[in-house]
């Protein structure tokens, strides 16, 4: 069975300071990964998704995340964080055998610091 | 602005009343998807439709009945619900039901349960 690990349920950070979430995943089989973002009381948006090829995808505000598959993970980073991408961060991950369920992490919290 | 459409934002209702939440999509998508968030919580999946045909039912208690009219629409009718139900009840979207296909959410509709 495959499951998510978000496990930082809150990031605080400063206003231009770097940042990491963190997303590790378990699998038997191969994956592919999303990164969704939720503002206050809006839906989901899609900020980026590892399907194939380039390890390293890129989100068009800024957001990057790197599928490593040796660790498991898909670690979401941003070099210099704005006060606007204070939300909730939630990583996804479905797999290639048939099943097509979205299992989603529990979250992260970031709240940028002015 | 989201492409998918929920309707209405807001709702609150008594136990013995019946409702329904609305969706709508026009991106030319086959599969459809209603979740279910409470607070500081990943969405919960509760239906998926796949052209117009339900594929998957979590479960979901028979007070929540779904129903696809058409490829571009999703209904959500809502009958003697309880307190537990309020929820952020979100729709989403795929062109198909496949695991490298993104989901587009809505903005969701935030029920209150009286």
């Known amino acids: 069975a495959q499951s998510v690990t978000q496990l930082d349920s809150q990031v605080p950070v400063f206003e231009e300071a770097p940042v990491e979430l963190r997303c590790n995943y378990s699998?038997?089989?191969?994956?592919?990964l999303f990164w969704y973002v939720q503002y206050p009381n809006q839906g989901l948006q899609l900020l980026l998704k590892?399907?194939?090829?380039?390890?390293l995808v890129e989100s068009i505000n800024g957001f990057e995340a790197e599928f490593n598959k040796s660790q498991t993970s898909f670690h979401l980073r941003k070099p210099s964080v704005h006060i606007s991408d204070t939300a909730e961060y939630f990583c996804?991950?479905?797999?290639?055998?048939?099943?097509?369920?979205?299992?989603f992490g529990t979250g992260t919290r970031l709240k940028v610091l002015a | 602005d989201t492409e998918v459409t929920q309707t209405p934002k807001h709702l609150v209702m008594g136990m013995t009343n019946k409702k329904s939440l609305k969706c709508e999509q026009h991106?030319?998508?086959?599969?459809m998807y209603w979740y279910k968030q409470k607070a500081k919580k990943p969405p919960e999946l509760m239906f998926v439709?796949?052209?117009?045909?339900?594929?998957i039912n979590e479960s979901v208690p028979s007070r929540f009945s779904p129903e696809c009219p058409n490829s571009s629409l999703l209904n959500l009718h809502l009958h003697a619900l309880q307190p537990e139900d309020s929820a952020l009840y979100l729709c989403?979207?795929?062109?198909?039901?496949?695991?490298?296909?993104?989901?587009?959410f809505g903005d969701g509709t935030r029920l209150s349960i009286l």
């Open positions: 989403a979207s795929s062109q198909r039901t496949a695991g490298d296909q993104p989901q587009h």
């Open positions: 699998s038997s089989v191969s994956v592919y």
């Open positions: 590892y399907l194939s090829g380039s390890t």
């Open positions: 996804a991950v479905s797999d290639g055998s048939g099943t097509y369920k979205y299992i």
């Open positions: 991106m030319g998508h086959r599969a």
């Open positions: 439709y796949s052209y117009e045909k339900l594929s």
